[in-house]
């Protein structure tokens, strides 16, 4: 049974570039995270989907983060252009909730450590 | 905005010897849930609460929500180097759209 799938697992990219990261939730999950992880800031919420519709993005940083689902088995996390600062490890993680009631357990995938020299 | 804090940020224990965690919040919760980062993986869910009061076990894991559902705790008896890691709580505020804000860990280290 596969669990969440991210890629790539790796990235290493100049400032200026384009990143893609990539995230495929376990079949059958409605709600799907993105989170941000860093030494300094620790767990961070980027933005949330439920039924492929953003519920909460106040997490994104600025307008170089833009993230899409177009459907229920595929999500990408896009940083354009990239910066040094956005180095961290990108979590994706997908659970099957419902708006407003009682959270259930997200499942995280192995995450993506990004590198932006 | 909303916030959960936890402590400490660091703990090193001996291994034998008990450890605990702690979680607040400054708005009351709808459930509390607990997850585990080993170093270099990823968060791993434990348990969630949702009671009032609600205490969780889990071999030598004891996991509380407290009675006004605003903090918890997670506290392992007798250590052991397999329990390395980060330990993560994360709240569901009320009212909130379903959405889980993580505390910043406590990471422990296990002595042999």
């Known amino acids: 049974d596969a669990g969440v799938i991210q890629s790539p697992r790796h990235e290493v990219t100049e400032m200026g570039q384009e990143v893609t990261l990539r995230c495929k939730p376990i079949s059958g999950h409605n709600s799907l995270f993105w989170y941000r992880q860093t030494m300094m800031r620790g767990l961070e919420l980027l933005i949330y989907f439920n039924n492929n519709v953003p519920i909460d993005d106040s997490g994104m940083p600025e307008d170089r983060f833009s993230a899409k689902m177009p459907n229920a088995s595929f999500s990408t996390l896009k940083i354009q252009p990239s910066e040094p600062r956005d180095s961290a490890v990108y979590f994706c993680?997908?659970?099957?909730?419902?708006?407003?009631?009682?959270?259930?357990?997200?499942?995280f995938g192995p995450g993506t450590r990004l590198t932006v020299t | 905005g909303q916030q959960v804090m936890q402590i400490p940020q660091y703990q090193h224990v001996q291994e034998g010897e008990d450890f605990t965690t702690y979680c607040n919040s400054s708005?009351?919760?709808?459930?509390i849930q607990w997850y585990k980062q080993r170093p270099g993986g990823h968060p791993v869910f434990l348990i969630q609460l949702v009671k009032s009061g609600e205490v969780k076990k889990q071999k030598r894991l004891t996991f509380q929500f407290g009675e006004a559902k605003k903090n918890s705790s997670l506290h392992i008896t007798a250590t052991q180097t397999t329990d390395v890691g980060t330990y993560f709580c994360?709240?569901?505020?009320?009212?909130?759209?379903?959405?889980?804000?993580f505390g910043k860990g406590t990471k422990l280290s296990v002595k042999p």
């Open positions: 994360a709240g569901l505020h009320r009212g909130s759209q379903g959405n889980l804000i």
């Open positions: 708005t009351t919760l709808s459930n």
């Open positions: 993680a997908s659970s099957f909730s419902t708006l407003g009631t009682s959270g259930y357990e997200q499942y």
